[in-house]
Every structure is written in C-alpha cells, then in structure tokens.
Nanobody
Framework: QVQLVESGGGLVQAGGSLRLSCAAS????????MGWFRQAPGKEREFVAG????????NYADSVKVRFTISRDNAKNTVYLQMNSLKPEDTAVYYC???????????????????WGKGTLVTVSS
C-alpha cells in the first residue's frame, strides 16, 4: 500500500532551477527517513540528498552540495528537492525513497532504502 510519487521533472537550461516533489502514502511519513537518488543512462543509481525524520538532519552528495536543498513537510507527507544552478551532468531520472530507521539518521545508500518511487526525468540542456 506504500506509494511514493515524484513530480516536477522536466527540461531546463543549464543554470536554471527545478523543484521536485515526492508525495508519500501508506506509511507513517513522519517516522521515515527520506531521500533522493538519481540514475543517468548507463550509470549506477547514486545518492543525491537525504533527510532524517527527527531534527531534519540532512546530507548531500558532493556533486550537488550547495546547489541542491532537500526538505520535508510532514503535514503534507511530502519531501522536496530544490535544484538550483543545474548542470548538464545533473540529467537523470530522479527517484524518491523512504527508509525506516533511527530518528536522526540520514540514509545515503540505495540498499538502505525500503520503498521507491517510479522516478521523474530531469533533463538539463546547454
């Protein structure tokens, strides 16, 4: 019954911004660590950003640090990824994921995630 649905992907010029959203249902959202991963063609799925369910501790991949910001709204059961200063290298399918873990833990590995969305495509041109 758990469902994660991503939205907000699309085509954007280099240097532009996008905001991804992930709406969760079927789980106690406020007790799940959430994260964003991405997979480019021919590449392995990689960690992008994660957030804990208490104290909103966050962690980012070095490649997106400063440019991207992860946040969550527990009242809306939604996690966001604000992406600024986008680069062509950011082009990928972006996946939302959820993990049941300790309150302040940020999950940074694909294997650590229990549930996954189907992804939303982000294409950065120029």
């Amino acid at each position: 019954q758990v469902q994660l649905v991503e939205s907000g992907g699309g085509l954007v010029q280099a240097g532009g911004s996008l905001r991804l959203s992930c709406a969760a249902s079927g789980l106690t959202f406020s007790r799940y660590a959430m994260g964003w991963f991405r997979q480019a063609p021919g590449k392995e799925r990689e960690f992008v950003a994660g957030i804990s369910w208490r104290d909103t501790n966050t962690n980012y991949a070095d490649s997106v640090k400063v440019r991207f910001t992860i946040s969550r709204d527990n009242a809306k059961n939604t996690v966001y990824l604000q992406m600024n200063s986008l680069k062509p290298e950011d082009t990928a399918v972006y996946y939302c994921a959820a993990a049941s873990t300790w309150a302040t833990v940020v999950v940074t590995t694909s294997s650590g995630m229990k549930y996954w969305g189907k992804g939303t495509l982000v294409t950065v041109s120029s």
